[in-house]
């Protein structure tokens, strides 16, 4: 596998090449094929010069259980990890299809018959549900974590080590949940600049709530914040419903900075800030302030509202303390139980590792992140401008992830329940409830049996 290292510069440089070639040109429609042709023989050229000086082919194939294929419809879309995979390795991915819904019970089925089936992305319900309940193998055998290739994740991937082997090894941090706002709205109501508050350390939960409470008393029918509000104030405190010290998990609820979260949302819901009407963009009637949701929403704002002037920031720290968290969620990919292909796999996650983190790479994907989406009549979809984009990516390399096991055990602990008070799962109890005029006394007091009956009986 370090072979790979010694070829990775040259392989990389042509990439960029035909990245920048391929973004400059005028998208064509799904039907033509043109110029997808040119560019593909260009790929295969490099790759049998770069495989003819060192032969590092496993030849293996993997199949790949998703709704999606990793595959793309045309050979210039490879992404880089796959690029490496198929022409430095000679591996090859085979896709096999399923909904969402039903992964994990298609997986368990082909598992039990023997079909073939080696991979599947990781997803909250990865771990620690599907590894106890013998879905996947660990990688340790396969892949070598001492490497330095793994040491800006390293605190992550131990954090997911499970009595002593790791069954998930994340090579990034993904879907940061963030706060965005307009700065234009920001000025329009004499507020200051949330990312410059950031920036000089005074992004705290106080000032968070008085520039809300500024905007409101500043108009009519107005609210403060909307979107996931309340898992990013639970872990910006950094703090976890659900502890883990890689053998045994624990009922955390009763932290008093889980508390102090708690009874932050409680406030913001008695102050009438909070708008729980659902946006999948910004709002465009400039009557929220703040809007929390994953990065992808920032894009779609731009397309949306191209003036609005809009900027992210991580959720507000508390007062006092000297760190920000970021909420995100992990790109990972899981061994499956029974396979034979573990090396094929570990080498993909390799792959994986070496587009996030091998500087050429890292300018192709800048490159892809700063292109438009557009429509086929031309219109824009969503985009990320510089700014933007390197301002979120300082978030995910530079501030501690926080992820809580509590959503990876099941629908009782994590499940809308149909959006019924009485079967909502407990992690979604103790994000939204209070921001629905339930008292945290109640809600803690329905939660924390909840949890500690979930862990007896499933995760001792």
Partial sequence: MKKIIRIIAGFMSFMLVATATACSKEKLPE?????????????????????????????????????????????????????LFEDQYGGKINWIWCYTDSKYDVLSSRILSGEPVDMVSYDESSFPQGVMQDLFQPLDNYLDLNDSIWDTMREDINYFAYQGQHYVVPYAVSDPLLIIYSRKLCQENNLDD???LYQSGNWTWEKFKSMMQDFVSNGSERYGVCGFLGKGILQSTGKNIINFDNYKFSNNISDSDIISAENFLEEIDSANLYDANWYSNFPTGNHVLFYAMQDWALDKSNAVNPDGDFMAVPFPKVSGSENYYLSGNYEAKMLVKNSDKGDAVATYIYCERLAQTEETSQQIAKQLALQQEVSQVGTVLSYRTEEQYQAILSYQQNLKNIFDFGYGMGTDMYGNGDYNYDTRGVMNHLTESVLEGHTWDSVSENCNAKINSILEENYQ
């Fill in 194 to 196: 949330p990312y410059e």
């Fill in 31 to 83: 039907d033509s094929n043109l110029e997808n042709q040119e560019d593909t023989s260009m790929i295969e050229t490099v790759a049998t010069e770069e495989n003819n000086s060192v032969q590092t082919n496993t030849g293996q194939e993997i199949y790949w259980l998703a709704d999606y294929d990793i595959n793309p419809r045309n050979a210039q879309d490879r992404s880089v990890a796959l690029a």
